[in-house]
């Protein structure tokens, strides 16, 4: 040190300043290497943090698979198709022996089938999104029961005629026991012409017929609306499915309305799906030729059924009951919920979560709480 003082005094004024200039130098660009080292630490710690994060995320979904997202596609079934945003159209179909077989059933993207008079006659209705048939039919009464889904679908109801509860409440939104609901959107045969037409194919009253893009031409002219944002069902990704089909067996569901009401399903591995029959014959599609009716999914619930003013009755469908999921050729135990006469039937599982639906359309059936239910395996 005393060397170097001794040797620093012996230097110009201009050799000090000369000195000055080079320590600042190094001491700067020091500096600046000492920043750009850490910051590309930090930016690879970064880099790495974030691929182990997309390497994790990837991980879980494998592990984990959860429903596919299935864009562009039917919010009840599932099946992708052009129109997906096409408002559902429910159409009021008879269940009578006489008019079998029906048209459009093996088209529906949701058939509801439950009593119309109570321990006997059972009553259709097809909701339709990405189909839309030139012939659905034959076309029945309105009831308030399916007035109560077709709120909670968003759907255009399709009917001819109607019990005085249902036409009541049609025309002034309020239903029979005095809820005020709101109007819906309705195109009744009996003050429409021009999409609906009869068939000698069938009896009077059981003849009439609809053509539905012609419906929604009507409703079109009429100010309703044509699309919908309802957000409807979840549905299994391919996994899940071939999960529960690799130990799936040929099975039969034998579900127990009265009568030529009773109907069979015969559950086919290979296909996926249950073949309807209808008092021991195999159910068809009229309308298109002669196809079977083949759903992913049947859904039978139990409701009470009781008798209002003699002819007509009140399907007790909202609350929450008891009942089954047949899919993938398991049977499941679970729960439906329909909060309100507005709200959507929704169906849980034992865990208390959403049914996931296997794409494709649904059969859901409202038996009476004393009617025989069985699934049998072949």
């Not at 299935?70 to 052009?82: E, K």
């Not at 005629?161 to 109007?183: C, I, N, P, V």
């Not at 999914?297 to 002819?311: C, D, F, K, P, W």
Request: charged share 20%.
């Amino acid at each position: 040190m005393k060397t170097f003082l001794k040797r620093w005094n012996t230097l110009t004024t201009k050799q000090k300043y000369t000195v000055y200039g080079i320590i600042i130098l190094i001491v700067g660009v020091s500096g600046i290497g000492i920043y750009a080292f850490t910051r590309s630490s930090d930016t690879s710690s970064d880099i790495v943090a974030g691929t182990q994060d997309k390497k994790t995320d990837a991980a879980r979904n494998i592990l984990n698979p959860s429903e596919e997202e299935i864009t562009n596609a039917s919010p009840l079934s599932g099946i992708q198709c052009d129109n997906y945003k096409q408002r559902p159209v429910a159409v009021m179909m008879a269940g009578d022996a006489v008019a079998r077989p029906l048209s459009g059933l093996s088209q529906a993207d949701i058939v509801v089938e439950m009593p119309v008079i109570t321990g006997s006659v059972t009553r259709l209705m097809g909701v339709f999104v990405c189909n839309l048939p030139q012939e659905v039919g034959s076309i029945r009464s309105a009831r308030h029961d399916y007035i109560s889904l077709v709120r909670g679908w968003d759907a255009i109801y399709v009917h001819w005629g109607g019990s005085h509860f249902a036409l009541d409440e049609l025309k002034t939104g309020k239903r029979y026991s005095g809820e005020d609901l709101g109007k819906i959107s309705d195109i009744d045969a009996m003050s429409s012409s021009g999409p609906f037409f009869r068939k000698s194919t069938a009896p009077a009253p059981h003849n009439g017929f609809a053509s539905l893009p012609k419906v929604l031409d009507l409703a079109k002219s009429r100010g309703y609306s044509l699309t919908t944002d309802f957000e409807g069902y979840n549905f299994q990704s391919n996994q899940n499915i071939d999960s529960e089909k690799a130990n799936a067996k040929n099975g039969t569901l034998y579900v127990g309305f009265g009568g030529v009401f009773a109907t069979r399903w015969q559950y086919n591995k290979d296909t996926n799906s249950y073949t309807r029959y209808w008092a021991g014959q195999k159910d068809t599609d009229r309308g298109n030729n002669n196809a079977d009716i083949t759903p992913k999914n049947i859904v039978v619930i139990r409701a009470e059924s009781r008798q209002i003013e003699g002819q007509y009755n009140e399907v007790s469908l909202y609350g929450k009951g008891e009942g089954k999921l047949y899919q993938n050729g398991q049977e499941k135990t679970i729960a439906w919920k329909k909060d309100g006469f507005k709200d959507t039937l929704r169906f849980y599982n034992e865990a208390g979560e959403e049914i996931a639906l296997v794409p494709g359309s649904t059969f859901i059936q409202v038996l009476e709480p004393n009617q025989s239910l069985k699934w049998e395996l072949n």
